[in-house]
């Protein structure tokens, strides 16, 4: 019997011994709710270790006390006269039970949690790992931009001295341009000059004017119309008598120059181009041959046996500027 009792003392002492443990496993989740992620982690693999000890532990003592009360019939009677020491044994083993229930279930929801709170962390750390590459990608992309930049400012630099001399360069040819231009102007007018006298037997010298771009050079002018008031008026007119011997002494050519209104040109050029008297009484020059060999215009006709006013009648319409000139036949022609 005395045995027996010692057991339950046992158990007894036990339960006081599990009701410390218990109490430590409580501080213990205490302790979780205030510390980091990784101790609470940890510290609730502590607690769960515990309790699942103390379970086992209960499950013993209960087994034990079984196998003592089929054992002990004294026991038996003990427990029967003093029904209140089972009940307070029964209550507070099942008080503890009940808190150890209680402990599991918080820590695994508290497991739960942290297993959550772990997950999100490492996806957050994810993030951030691929924020952080995006953002060492970014620098590169922006180093390599700034270095683009300075070659590139480098470049225009660079572009902009070649410009610079450049403009100098261009400067200096327009320069030397320009004076060879004055230069090969003047040259022109020595070999080919604005106005030529002509000398012919029989007459005074003539003056006439050359015209030397529209055609060539050495063109005379013996008839020009020019429209200064609003209507063409003729302000040269060399004599026929001088015309006639000029183009009778060696074959001539002439052209037939115009520009119209809307400012374009026109010609007519004619071969062995020259005059004759209407008789030996009346010195009314007519023409006496004209081949033509090339024009812009449409012509159609010989102007043959007709008179220098004739020829002018038929050109001058619509025109700002006429002119007829002759010019001794080349070689070449």
């Known amino acids: ?40 982690y940890q510290k609730v693999k502590s607690v769960l270790r515990k309790a699942n000890k103390k379970i086992k532990m209960k499950d013993n003592q209960i087994d034990n006390l079984i196998m003592a009360l089929n054992k002990s019939p004294n026991l038996n009677k ?48 994810e993030r951030l790992d691929s924020i952080k590459a995006e953002l ?10 700034e270095e683009k930049v300075d070659n590139l400012e480098a470049e225009k630099q660079e572009v902009e001295d070649q410009l610079a001399t450049k403009d100098e360069v261009i400067q200096n040819y327009e320069s030397k341009m320009k004076k060879y231009k004055i230069d090969l102007e003047g ?35 013996v008839r020009r119309f020019t429209n200064k008031t609003g209507t063409l008026e003729m302000d040269i007119d060399v004599c026929k008598d001088f015309v006639a011997a000029l183009t009778d002494e060696k074959q001539h050519q002439l052209y037939v120059y115009m520009v119209n209104e809307d400012e374009t040109a026109s010609y007519a050029l004619y071969d062995n181009f020259s005059l004759h008297p209407w008789s030996e009484i009346v010195r009314n020059w007519l023409i006496k041959s004209m081949d033509l060999l090339d024009t812009s215009m449409n012509l159609s006709g010989s102007f043959e046996g007709k008179t220098l006013q004739h020829l002018d009648e038929s050109f001058v319409h619509e025109c700002t500027l006429y002119q007829l000139m002759i010019r001794e036949k080349q070689r070449s022609e």
């Open 1 to 40: 019997m005395v045995e027996n009792i010692m057991n339950l003392d046992l158990v007894s002492q036990d339960t006081s011994s599990e009701d410390s443990d218990t109490n430590a496993t409580t501080d213990g989740f205490e302790v979780v709710s205030t510390d980091s992620d990784e101790n609470n």
């Open 78 to 125: 003990f427990l029967e006269n003093n029904p209140k020491y089972l009940l307070d044994t029964e209550k507070t083993t099942s008080e503890q039970l009940q808190t150890t229930n209680t402990l599991l279930e918080s820590a695994l929801s508290l497991l739960k949690s942290l297993e959550g709170q772990n997950h999100e962390l490492k996806e957050r750390l």
């Open 187 to 221: 040259q022109d007018e020595e070999i080919h000059p604005k106005k030529l006298v002509v000398r012919v037997a029989g007459f005074p010298p003539k003056v006439f004017d050359m015209e030397n771009k529209v055609a060539g050079p050495g063109w005379k002018i």
């Open 136 to 145: 060492n990608q970014a620098r590169t992309l922006l180093d390599m931009s």
